[in-house]
């Protein structure tokens, strides 16, 4: 077996560096059907941990969880017209079944409004039945014509939440309720602090009323659209008939809201702390938190070391971590050594004879702060009972450090078209300008950057001092606006 290239460095070609990594890491693969991919074990192992934690935080705030089909008639998309416009160039359609033409063709879903909507429907009579806070985890379809794993693919696994309520202020209360969620899971579980806020019309979801999104920046300082909140206003509910008779016995429509995140947190999870040597996994996400591998030499302490080995994972195991004991007789620790470290296990304890002598523990990190050292050798009660603090530290570490960085490559007080380009140019992040609201303002800023509205900045992201004049100097600023590049 020859000697497997090195990965491209990310400052070389951060896309190149990308995809060799997810694959390299067994994250996910290319499939044969065209455009979609494969989640390896590894991979899906950060995803079940994702969602779990998001799982738990919707359970917790009244959420159910459902299931809906994944053929939607095509009536029910073209009834939105906005939504149809929106998602029929990604539509994929099923014509025939059973070896027979179908009388109305179904669309593969691509998101749920419509087929659940009309659910709610024939189950919703009066205010009492509200409100409905539903969500699903399913897979979903959408044609995308360029893919990267994870990033962009036809298929791909997400959670829709959809809710149904009596007011339009419960209604906007839930999709600020769920902004908020997203914005924390990000920030505690992937250690990837997003801005959060208010997408412009050209940018929010087909037959949304306001769409909210939580925008991360990725260590090429390309942002990531990383989950979105929806208020819906009535236009589904019209559509699907969607009425209840309130308090008052007048017959109204209900107000819907929709949210989602995606698998493509994990190409953000990716794309935020990984580095030449391959993934990092934050650790409250890694399927293996601690691995520890046993030094074996081929005399007779092997029986000892490996006996020691699995001793000490069950006793991490004992106290919550997710610990591992990699005792492959094929592969040499070194092997071992370069497979976990690309996987971005958190931590990797080495046993040996020397170890077992002297009653001690080898701990690797794999991420190692400035100035400490690679490797530390701890007294085995002392390291067993110091990982839970170790993991935390970990995790803060790693969000510390993209906050940093998220806040290094945002500039702020951009007065012109031309400056701005210059800042993109340059390889700034987030730039943060005024803007009159001008869809055509937004259109020039495209064409001349490459870069796209990403959000209307929520309060804890606004500048201190409003700007006062539009990016496009024509006439006073309404708001301000983060632009980037975005995947």
Request: proline content about 5%; glycine content about 8%.
């Amino acid at each position: 077996m020859g000697e497997e290239k090195k990965l491209t460095p990310r400052g070389e070609d951060f896309a190149a560096w990308y995809n060799e990594v997810v694959q390299r890491a067994e994250l996910a693969d290319y499939s044969p059907v065209r455009g979609s991919m494969v989640i390896r074990p590894w991979g899906y192992g950060i995803w079940e941990n994702m969602q779990r934690a998001l799982d738990s935080m919707f359970k917790e705030t009244g959420h159910e969880n459902a299931y809906f089909p994944l053929l939607i008639p095509m009536s029910f998309i073209e009834r939105e017209k906005e939504h149809v416009e929106g998602f029929a160039p990604e539509l994929a359609i099923v014509t025939q079944a059973g070896g027979k033409e179908l009388e109305e063709p179904f669309a593969i879903r691509p998101t749920s409004e419509t087929i659940i909507y009309a659910m709610y429907a024939k189950w919703v009579q009066s205010y009492r039945d509200l409100p409905i806070l539903m969500n699903q985890w399913a897979n979903v379809v959408r044609w995308e014509m360029r893919t990267r794993l994870f990033l962009r693919t036809a298929e791909f696994l997400w959670q829709e939440g959809h809710t149904a309520h009596a007011t339009a202020e419960e209604a906007e209360e839930e999709t600020l309720l769920i902004l908020g969620i997203y914005r924390r899971f990000m920030d505690e579980w992937i250690a990837m602090p997003p801005i959060t806020g208010l997408k412009t019309d050209s940018e929010k979801f087909a037959g949304a009323v306001r769409s909210y999104a939580c925008e991360a920046l990725m260590q090429d300082n390309r942002a990531l659209q990383a989950g979105t909140s929806h208020f819906l206003g009535q236009n589904f509910a019209r559509q699907f008939d969607l009425k209840f008779q309130s308090v008052e016995g007048r017959e109204e429509y209900a107000w819907n809201t929709s949210w989602g995140v995606s698998t493509r947190l994990v190409g953000g999870m990716v794309m935020t702390h990984g580095d030449d040597a391959g993934v990092v996994v934050p650790p409250r996400l890694a399927p293996v938190q601690v691995v520890v591998v046993p030094i074996l030499r081929g005399d007779d302490t092997q029986s000892r070391v490996l006996a020691k080995a699995h001793e000490v994972c069950a006793r991490l195991k004992e106290l919550g971590v997710r610990a591992k004991v990699d005792a492959r007789e094929h592969l040499s620790p070194g092997n071992k050594f370069y497979e976990w470290e690309r996987k971005g296990v958190p931590f990797r304890v080495e046993i040996g004879p020397k170890d077992l002598e002297k009653g001690q523990l080898a701990i690797a990190r794999r991420v190692v702060p400035e100035g400490a050292k690679r490797k530390e050798f701890v007294a085995e009660a002392e390291a067993i009972a110091s990982f839970s603090a170790r993991l935390e530290d970990l995790q803060s570490e790693l969000r510390e450090a993209a906050a940093a960085r998220r806040e290094a490559n945002t500039l702020r007080g951009v007065g012109s078209l031309g400056e701005l380009q210059e800042a993109l140019d340059s390889g700034a992040g987030f730039v943060l300008t005024g803007w009159s609201g001008d869809p055509a303002v937004e259109e020039r800023v495209k064409e001349l950057t490459r870069a796209t509205a990403r959000v209307v900045p929520g309060p804890e992201f606004r500048s201190e001092t409003p700007p006062q004049r539009c990016v496009s100097g024509d006439g006073p600023s309404k708001m301000e606006v983060a632009w980037a590049r975005a995947y």
